[in-house]
């Protein structure tokens, strides 16, 4: 659990917030939906949603479009800026692991590889 804090830890921009963060993600990995969709994934109530939506548009992250076949509905995507700002967390993340990946000694990375392989064969049944 510490090991998971430390690296969200490594932030580029904190003024989006780690669940202004997560909703992106999500838009990265799912693709363009609605509010309410998103706010599935992210298993929040849609008002939540919308106001996470509403800052991450005002700080550029996200537009909103009509919905092409219901006009009640808008979607939500990602902006160049959003890709880029995700790229950019992605790197900072994976500089500080590196970091501290090369200050173990041999014999620590390959236990750290050999737990892996565990814990793979765990999640997969």
Do not use: C, Y
């Not at 949603?49 to 996200?62: H, N, Q, S």
């Not at 995700?86 to 990946?101: D, H, I, K, S």
């Amino acid at each position: 659990m510490r090991f998971s804090r430390r690296l969200r830890n490594q932030r580029v921009d904190t003024s989006v917030t780690l669940t202004h963060l997560a909703a992106l993600s999500t838009l990265k990995r799912h693709g363009p939906m609605s509010p309410g969709e998103l706010a599935a994934h992210e298993r929040v109530q849609p008002p939540s949603m919308t106001r996470v939506v509403v800052a991450l548009e005002g700080k550029g992250l996200v537009t909103r479009t009509p919905h092409p076949t219901d006009g009640r509905q808008v979607v939500i995507d990602l902006t160049p800026a959003a890709e880029e700002l995700l790229g950019e967390e992605v790197r900072a993340r994976e500089a500080w692991l590196t970091g501290q990946l090369q200050e173990l000694t041999a014999e620590e990375r390959e236990v750290l590889r050999e737990a892996a392989a565990i814990m793979d064969k765990l999640a997969s049944g």
